[in-house]
């Protein structure tokens, strides 16, 4: 059973077409969410880290959200260039490490 | 960018030859990681490194080993390619264990 679930696997947005996605965990323990952007031929690229419930951080078009159990991503009026995929990974303890699981992604595109 | 640099980008190989990947970073970051991505999966944790000669596994370790003997390199063999090793394997590095994870370009590996 995955740790980490995002939906939904593949989203097509209109541009100005605002949507969220979602990052949805059952570990126990939560000590940070990690939400990240991998254009195509590229690694993953560092977006936003989120500690506690109720946490929000915001960059340009992009508001990440924390709650007990899920994160969203809201993007705001999209562009075609904030087509990626978008990945979340959660750190808690397991075997006495905080090393970051990974969920499989949510492509977006946007067209114009 | 970060500073870590992967190589080669793109290799060819054997079943049954060894393989090995390089990663450098000019960061001087503590933690380094070996991760895997594949469609369906996502990134999937090979091993990682928390210091110069210590190193742990990750969730999908067999077949693979590492090394590290200086800060800045973080070496991963593959024993006996398989072509089920087929795949992009990406690099990452972090300052402290708690620290987001930034990523190089990765390395494509094709096991024919």
């Known amino acids: 059973e995955d740790q980490v679930t995002q939906s939904p696997e593949a989203l097509r947005l209109q541009e100005g077409e605002s949507s969220s996605l979602n990052c949805s965990y059952t570990?126990?323990?939560?000590?940070?969410l990690f939400w990240y952007r991998q254009d195509p031929g590229k690694g993953p690229e560092f977006l936003f880290t989120?500690?506690?419930a109720g946490e929000e951080k915001e960059k340009e078009r992009l508001k990440a959200t924390l709650t007990k159990k899920e994160s969203f991503l809201h993007i705001t009026a999209p562009k075609p260039e904030d087509s990626a995929t978008y990945l979340c990974?959660?750190?808690?303890?397991?075997?006495?490490?905080?090393?970051?699981?990974f969920g499989r992604g949510t492509s977006l595109i946007v067209h114009p | 960018d970060a500073g870590i640099t992967q190589s080669p980008r793109h290799k060819v190989t054997e079943t049954g030859t060894p393989v090995t990947l390089r990663c450098h970073q000019t960061?001087?970051?503590?933690?380094m990681y070996w991760y895997r991505q594949d469609p369906g999966h996502g990134l999937r944790l090979i091993h990682y490194?928390?210091?110069?000669?210590?190193?742990d596994k990750g969730e999908v370790s067999d077949g693979y080993s590492v090394s590290r003997s200086k800060t800045e390199d973080f070496l991963l063999t593959l024993e006996s390619a398989t072509s089920s090793q087929t795949s992009v394997y990406f690099c990452?590095?972090?300052?402290?264990?708690?620290?987001?994870?930034?990523f190089g370009n990765g390395t494509r590996l094709t096991v024919t």
């Open positions: 570990v126990s323990g939560l000590r940070g």
């Open positions: 490194s928390y210091g110069v000669k210590d190193t």
């Open positions: 990974a959660v750190q808690a303890p397991t075997g006495g490490s905080y090393i970051p699981t």
């Open positions: 989120l500690y506690s």
């Open positions: 960061e001087n970051h503590r933690y």
């Open positions: 990452a590095i972090s300052e402290s264990e708690g620290s987001p994870l930034h």
